[in-house]
């Protein structure tokens, strides 16, 4: 039994070593998990802040949609959905454009 529990730690860890660990967009989805980003926002309806899947219809021809929303996760944002302005966010920018991927995903 240990060396079955062993065995899928280290498959498990390979794997997210060489590239092959689950989808970006479970990634994604756990970043903003855990960077409370849902505290605001949800991928489908409107909370505090748009849905995701509104963010990325609205964005979807703009090829700098990217890096536009990464800048705004990381710097903060106000005017673009309403009243209500978006606090900076303590990301890197990585994890800044890892979210801004993921919510373009979400088409």
């Known amino acids: 039994m240990k060396a079955s529990i062993l065995t899928a730690g280290a498959a498990l860890a390979l794997a997210t070593l060489f590239g092959t660990a689950p989808a970006m967009a479970q ?25 995701y899947k509104d963010v990325a219809a609205k964005f979807a021809d703009d090829p700098g ?6 800048d705004r996760i990381k710097n903060g944002s106000s005017g673009v959905w309403g009243a209500v302005p978006m606090p900076p966010n ?11 991927e993921w919510v373009m995903s979400l088409k």
């Open 27 to 51: 990634d994604g989805e756990a970043l903003a998990k855990a960077k409370n980003c849902l505290a605001c926002h949800t991928v489908d309806k409107k909370v505090v802040g748009p849905a």
């Open 65 to 70: 949609a990217v890096d536009m929303l990464a």
């Open 90 to 100: 303590n990301v890197t920018e990585e994890e800044a454009k890892e979210l801004a």
